[in-house]
């Protein structure tokens, strides 16, 4: 039996789990189901728990390469414009958990965890390799891909997103979670913007049933902009039925979202006016993570939004993923000789669950305190005035990943 780890999937979770199994010494293989590799989507917040994993696998410099580092994180009313509160980020964020809170396009990060792994002589890729069925036995796995290619290994890590073809098997039939919610994205030229919208913050507008949130990649050379409104694709927007959102106009997700939002503030108007090629997704989870089993089972292990998909509102979604993939690192690290998989894959579990679990329950907490309307709404507004940075803050989190656990 061939002695690598086979991981499914070659997104940011995916070629994250290969470079921290590869970093620590363990052959693995990539199956990737597309003909590239590649990277859709917009923006990425990296919190200092997931920055620090970078740096630990050497990326620093990478990073700072193409990411940009907020000064700040403040939340306004996406009405009255009003600041409702302020969490120092920069120099604070460095100083209070020993790495910056950074933003990136989603394709810098994805590009420079291929460019590492593509360092790794032990990391091999496959493309147009989309997993069919595995079978497990004493020895190892055996993976079968829809084109009928073979692939052998002692393990195998499910990191083939929300609708996971590993998940699908090792966990049986569980359909995805409509959250009602759908997401707009966009980029925006900070040329296009008035100065004052131009600062190196990450600013979230709440509103009733909707928020918004932008900030600066690619070293403030453009601005990612979300967002997010309660709905149903082809149901009061704007009057389309089409299912596929792809297919809409830019000129019809504008429209759609300005009816949204209603009576925007000024500012908030000017940075969607501002957005380029929209593009709109409905959002989708599963319930938080119930226990160590449904996050390994023997030599199968899952990985990313395969095990906990996220809703967006804690910014957590590659972190959570990034921090799944160091803790497989350090594990294989910590073990010498022969390896008990299922034992390795039983520590990780107890590692991640319940963390993973907790990321999952607090971002759906807080899509209902963004969209909050009539006396919740008010008592938000209260508690950030009053509260200040200590309601904004996120200690337990920030200073993760945690330690391994026995």
């Not at 360092?119 to 020895?139: C, F, G, H, K, N």
């Not at 997103?161 to 359909?175: I, M």
């Not at 039925?241 to 000017?270: I, N």
Request: aromatic share 6%.
């Amino acid at each position: 039996m061939n002695s690598q780890v086979i991981i499914a999937g070659g997104g940011i979770g995916g070629l994250a789990c290969a470079l921290a199994l590869s970093r620590a010494g363990q052959p693995v293989q990539v199956l990737e189901q597309a003909s590239r590799l590649s990277e859709v989507g917009a923006g990425i917040q990296l919190g200092p728990n997931a920055v620090r994993v970078l740096h630990d696998w050497g990326l620093a410099d990478a990073l700072t390469a193409c990411a940009a580092f907020p000064e700040s994180l403040q939340v306004r009313d996406a009405h009255s414009s009003a600041t409702l509160g302020q969490l120092r980020l920069g120099a604070q964020a460095q100083a209070r958990y020993g790495k910056p809170y950074a933003t990136i396009h989603r394709a810098d990060l994805h590009g420079l965890l291929l460019k590492a792994l593509r360092e790794q002589p032990l990391a091999t890729i496959a493309l147009d390799a989309r997993v069919s069925s595995y079978e497990e036995s004493p020895l190892g796995i055996t993976v079968h891909c829809e084109d009928d290619r073979v692939f052998e290994g002692v393990a195998l890590v499910g990191a083939d997103g929300l609708w996971s073809r590993v998940r699908l098997q090792l966990l049986g039939a569980q359909p995805v979670r409509a959250s009602g919610h759908l997401a707009y994205r966009g980029l925006v030229d900070p040329a296009r913007l008035p100065a004052a919208l131009r600062r190196p913050v990450v600013t979230a507008w709440l509103g009733p049933r909707l928020h918004v949130v932008h900030y600066p990649v690619r070293r403030g050379e453009i601005f990612n902009l979300v967002a997010v409104v309660e709905g149903v694709i082809g149901q009061g927007h704007g009057g389309h039925v089409d299912s596929d959102p792809q297919s809409w106009t830019h000129e019809a997700h504008a429209a759609d979202l300005k009816r949204t939002l209603g009576p925007a503030c000024a500012d908030l108007m000017a940075m969607i006016d501002a957005a380029q090629e929209w593009k709109l997704w409905a959002l989708n989870d599963r319930p938080p993570v119930a226990g160590a089993d449904e996050h390994a089972r023997g030599r199968v292990a899952l990985l990313g939004d395969a095990a906990h998909p996220l809703r967006p509102y804690l910014a957590q979604g590659a972190a959570m993923a990034i921090e799944d993939a160091w803790t497989l690192g350090q594990l294989r690290s910590a073990t010498q000789g022969d390896i008990d998989w299922s034992a390795l894959f039983g520590r990780y579990a107890r590692t991640r669950w319940a963390r993973n679990a907790r990321v999952q329950a607090r971002s759906e907490r807080n899509g209902r305190i963004f969209h909050a309307d009539g006396l919740v709404r008010l008592g938000r507004n209260a508690a950030m005035a009053m509260l200040g940075e200590s309601l904004l803050d996120q200690a337990w989190l920030y200073s993760g990943p945690p330690p391994l656990a026995d």
